[in-house]
């Protein structure tokens, strides 16, 4: 079976850090092999390497780099995530969306909830005690305000742990 392609955006460093602390702490450490991430898109065909690789780019040197902020937490039954809000990374991955329209699967037609996986396929009870013992501490992440995605990150999926194809930095003018 062909190994597919991953769209994420990357974290600035002080988020990144937070969350990948929490994900060592508390991701199972046999299926803990990425960094943390927020993911955009889960699988895009092989075919469509060398589209992405030239395409992507030729958004994000248009457009300034999207703001996001921590907004809670997100349960994901199994798992535990921090929930994100990101007008303008939602209207980034619409468009990228339209681009691949009749290419995406059916786990990329979903309605998107930007978050960071810190926590999953564990019990729904250990989940719940995370989410409990997380709740006082994530309203002073909240407080961080705003943030800025610095790229997107193209990655090939190698059934556990991600190949990085390409950084691809925001570096234009205009708002999305």
């Keep these: ?81 921090i929930a994100l809000r990101s007008e303008q990374l939602l209207t980034l991955r619409e468009m990228i969306a339209e681009h691949f329209h009749g290419s995406l699967t059916a786990q990329d037609l979903y309605e998107p909830r930007p978050h960071i996986t810190i926590q999953n396929k564990v019990t729904k009870r250990e989940a719940h005690a995370l989410q409990a013992d ?12 705003s943030f800025v995605f610095p790229r997107l990150e193209l990655h090939l999926y190698k059934g556990g742990p991600w190949e990085l194809v390409k950084h691809i930095p925001f570096r234009g003018k ?3």
């Design 1 to 81: 079976m062909p190994t597919p392609f991953i769209l994420t955006a990357s974290l600035p460093p002080k988020i990144q850090n937070w969350a990948e602390h929490l994900r060592q702490e508390h991701y199972p450490a046999h299926r803990n092999h990425l960094h943390a991430h927020v993911t955009l898109f889960h699988s895009f065909a092989p075919s469509l390497v060398d589209e992405l690789v030239d395409w992507l780019p030729l958004i994000a040197r248009e457009f300034v780099a999207p703001q996001g902020a921590v907004s809670g937490l997100l349960d994901l039954g199994t798992g535990t995530a």
């Design 134 to 145: 997380l709740r006082s501490t994530i309203e002073e992440k909240i407080a961080w305000g």
């Design 174 to 176: 205009e708002r999305l």
